[in-house]
């Protein structure tokens, strides 16, 4: 095989000969990053462990809802309000994980309403708006997208079986901030409500984490976290927040068995 004049030249310097012939290196194209999904919330979407079973978050059952490279990050912690996840040092931990692109669910009420606990309680229209405004403004600075979801309904129904909010004036206030800040809202308490009506007072026992021991009108059982994790999943469809293809199983039966509970000491 004869050589041309360049490429004998270009050997001499100690080029590779295809570097030589092209002229330019052809660097392999980097793979993209595949988003996550972050959830930051309190006991109603959090992970659960062994001792806590079958008490199940909405959180564990959301990726089941959503495409396998569409990876969840369930930092939603038992007993947090938007104040007290702040004021821990928890917001800036997810933060740090983030990356462009990401999504941000933010899901706060139902601690902030414990107004005798002055570590964890924010009023409505004031130091509630102000700390969901660190957490959409902290994704933003990120150049990923946060979300607002309203909080989940507890069990709670009047004398003549209706079921009954209990959140006060918190999922509108978040309502009114979302508008503000033209921030996609996942209107998860009034789907939940309207959902505990239709089922009504003994079948919504079968959603919570109602035991031989314990009546729990409040967290979920793996009936229940499936259910609302698929109210999550069509409003983030809804929103246009994810695409048609980001979703799956809407409309499929979950298996219980596929919710577990790992061991603390264990877990990662």
């Known amino acids: 095989m004869s050589l041309t004049r360049r490429q004998v030249s270009a050997a001499g310097l100690g080029l590779p000969l295809a570097l030589a012939v092209t002229g330019t290196a052809q660097a392999a194209p980097e793979r993209p990053r595949p988003r996550t999904l972050h959830i930051a919330g309190d006991s109603t979407a959090a992970r659960k462990y062994a001792d806590a079973a079958p008490e199940t978050g909405w959180g564990t059952a959301l990726p089941f809802l959503l495409r396998r490279d569409l990876a969840v990050a369930n930092h939603a912690v038992n007993g947090r309000s938007s104040k007290s996840f702040v004021d821990e040092g928890r917001l800036d931990a997810v933060l740090d994980a983030m990356r462009p692109g990401d999504l941000l669910l933010i899901q706060f009420a139902h601690n902030d309403e414990k107004a005798t606990d002055p570590s964890r309680y924010t009023e409505p229209w004031t130091t509630y708006r102000e700390h969901l405004r660190l957490y959409v403004a902290g994704a933003r600075a990120r150049r990923a997208r946060p979300v607002l979801a309203t909080p989940v309904e ?62 729990d009108n409040t967290h979920f059982n793996p009936p229940g976290a499936i259910a ?36 603390a000491a264990t877990a990662d």
Do not use: C
Not at 156 to 174: C, I, K, L, N
């Open 228 to 263: 609302v994790a698929r109210l999550v999943a069509r409003e983030l469809l809804r929103t246009r927040v994810l695409a048609p293809r980001d979703v799956r199983r809407l409309d499929e039966a979950i298996p219980e068995s596929w919710i577990t509970w790992p061991d």
């Open 154 to 215: 507890r069990r709670r129904f009047d004398p003549a079986g209706d079921a009954v909010p209990s959140h006060g004036a918190y999922p509108e206030a978040m309502r009114a901030l979302a508008d503000e800040e033209r921030v996609a809202l996942l209107d998860v308490q009034a789907l939940s409500l309207a959902l505990w009506q239709e089922l009504g007072v003994e079948e919504t026992k079968k959603y919570f984490n109602w035991t031989a021991t314990e009546q």
